[in-house]
């Protein structure tokens, strides 16, 4: 199946740790993101990626930090997990298109519930 | 940067009536509104997108309208049905690049009773 695909779906863990979330694409999309939904559904861009470098680069704490090895894969890498970081945490890839009938659709993974305790 | 606002949060009609979700938007630069649907334990799924230079557009049930001069965008569902049932995002970008952010409202949770 052509998807956005990432794991895990759930992550429970301790104040403190470290953790990471993988995603892959495998639509040919030349651009990935990471998205945060927080509690109350809201949902904000944090990075994206095209071909493997860094365009977007929201106002998020260093310690998270994302990593593209290859176009159709972009992962996230959380130091000292915090309590706010709890979220479902969306992966969403893009293929621009440009001129009269511009758009930039994203196609979203399922999610990945990140909970800190 | 760009804000959207989105009204209501919630959104409660019956089986075969309309819903309305309306969107507004602050950088008149914006050009490129889309519409997405988050059913539950899913991630949200395009359901129609409207360009600036366009003031309507339908696509079966759903329809969406632009008005560039007062920057609101609005999603019309008619004839809802049950599995209209998710929560509905409305999104604003500038251009068509990898460097355009979508910035998404905060959702409007819809409910169809049956």
């Known amino acids: 199946d052509t998807a956005v695909s990432q794991t895990p779906k759930y992550l429970v863990t301790q104040m403190g740790n470290d953790k990471s979330i993988k995603c892959e694409q495998n639509?040919?999309?030349?651009?990935m993101y990471w998205y945060k939904q927080d509690s109350k559904k809201f949902l904000k861009i944090m990075f994206s990626y095209n071909n493997k470098e860094l365009i977007i680069n929201e106002t998020v704490p260093n310690r998270f930090s994302p990593k593209s090895p290859d176009k159709a894969h972009l992962n996230l890498h959380i130091n000292s997990l915090e309590l706010g970081d709890s979220a479902v945490y969306f992966c969403?890839?893009?293929?621009?298109?440009?001129?009269?009938?511009?758009?930039?659709?994203?196609?979203f993974g399922a999610g990945s519930r990140l909970t800190v305790l | 940067g760009e804000n959207v606002e989105q009204h209501p949060s919630t959104l409660s009609v019956q089986e075969g009536d309309s819903a309305v979700i309306k969107c507004t938007y602050s950088?008149?630069?914006?050009?490129?509104f889309p519409w997405y649907k988050q059913e539950l334990g899913k991630g949200p799924q395009l359901i129609i997108d409207i360009r600036s230079n366009v003031g309507e557009k339908k696509d079966q049930r759903i329809a969406v309208t632009l008005n560039k001069t007062a920057k609101h965008f609005s999603l019309h569902i008619t004839e809802t049905q049950p599995e209209d049932s998710a929560v509905y995002f409305c999104a604003a970008s500038k251009g068509y690049s990898s460097a355009s952010k979508i910035i998404f409202g905060s959702g409007t949770r819809l409910s169809i009773r049956p």
């Open positions: 969403a890839s893009s293929q621009v298109q440009g001129g009269l009938t511009g758009a930039n659709v994203l196609t």
């Open positions: 950088d008149s630069a914006s050009n490129y």
């Open positions: 639509l040919g999309h030349d651009t």
